[in-house]
């Protein structure tokens, strides 16, 4: 009777799998599925090739209210639940999906990714237990991440509103005085610029 | 150009969109219905459509999918940004992605 049943436990292999190559930690992996954790540091190893890094997650639902990390947060979390609600997904599984559609999404154009998946998960943890939740920007309608209980009235989204001093950041700044430099008006400039600079990922 | 080749185009498109769309859910169908903004229904009842009836959907002098913005107003928004940061195409994906959401709609929660 408590002999675990052979298919279950690999799918909670496949999702581990799934979820170490896409980035994520030990923490997300021990939470969402029933795998010892000396099976899942040896998964990690076999997969990554790296022991998994130690230390705790970061826990604070501030960094996904400042600038860029709210819009993507918002365009992943918009995805997700769009997920949930009306295609009939399971958790995971709409987590799995959502986060590709947005690595998907981001990797369309020059954008770096910013939302890796553990903090990913953390944003939909941060929703279930009620400490983040969505508003709607007056200006564009879009949906964004806000802390919960902030006043919705009159909220504007940082696309519609940016910060003062948002995205002057020195490797953007770097990268636009390489393009001037190169005189040549081709799209792709800040692209490969970027990228050559390395892509951060959170 | 010509009113038939106008209906021919639009036909076409009309065909592929659905060879795409049962393609799509043949893959990963809550990907799919996220991607194409399907509801289960109508997901079910395209992804088992026979070529036959694919054709007689397709034949009509009217598009078969409609456009994923619904809100004129929304869409200049994103694409008139004065303080665009490079951020349009996200945020065109953003809008999309939650248009069919009731959150923060009418009555506060």
Redesign the interface.
């Known amino acids: 009777m408590s002999e675990k049943s052979l298919v279950n436990e690999m799918l909670q292999v496949q999702l581990a799998i799934e979820l170490i190559e896409l980035g994520a930690r030990l923490q997300v992996l021990e939470t969402e599925t029933d795998l010892s954790r000396g099976r899942l540091i040896r998964l990690y190893k076999e997969v990554r090739g790296v022991s998994p890094p130690k230390g705790m997650l970061p826990f604070s639902t501030d960094w996904f209210v400042t600038w860029l990390p709210n819009i993507h947060s918002s365009l992943f979390y918009s995805i997700y639940r769009s997920l949930v609600e009306s295609s009939g997904c399971e958790r995971m599984e709409a987590f799995v999906r959502a986060f590709r559609l947005y690595l998907e999404q981001v990797s369309l154009g020059d954008d770096d990714f910013v939302l890796g998946l553990t903090r990913a998960w953390t944003l939909v943890r941060f929703f279930e237990s009620e400490m983040l939740e969505q508003v709607r920007c007056t200006c564009c309608g879009g949906l964004f991440v806000t802390h919960s209980h902030a006043p919705p009235q009159d909220y504007v989204c940082g696309i519609c509103q940016p910060p003062s001093r948002a995205g002057k950041t020195r490797k953007r700044r770097e990268a636009e005085l390489r393009q001037m430099g190169e005189v040549s008006g081709q799209e792709g400039g800040i692209t490969e610029s970027v990228l050559a600079g390395g892509g951060a990922r959170a | 150009m010509g009113v038939d080749s106008l209906l021919d185009d639009i036909q076409d498109l009309n065909l592929s969109y659905l060879l795409l769309v049962q393609r799509l859910l043949r893959e990963?169908?809550?990907?799919a219905?996220?991607?194409l903004k399907l509801?289960?229904p109508m997901?079910d009842l395209l992804a088992t459509l026979s070529g036959k009836q694919l054709v007689q959907l397709a034949r009509t002098n009217q598009l078969i999918c409609r456009l994923g913005f619904d809100?004129a107003e929304?869409l200049t928004?994103?694409l008139n940004?004065q303080?665009e940061?490079?951020?349009a195409?996200?945020?065109a994906?953003?809008?999309m992605?939650?248009a069919?959401?009731d959150?923060?709609?009418g009555e506060?929660r």
């Open positions: 990963d169908r809550p990907t219905m996220f991607r509801d289960e997901a809100d929304q928004k994103v940004n303080r940061q490079g951020l195409r996200i945020h994906a953003l809008l992605a939650c069919d959401s959150v923060g709609k506060a």
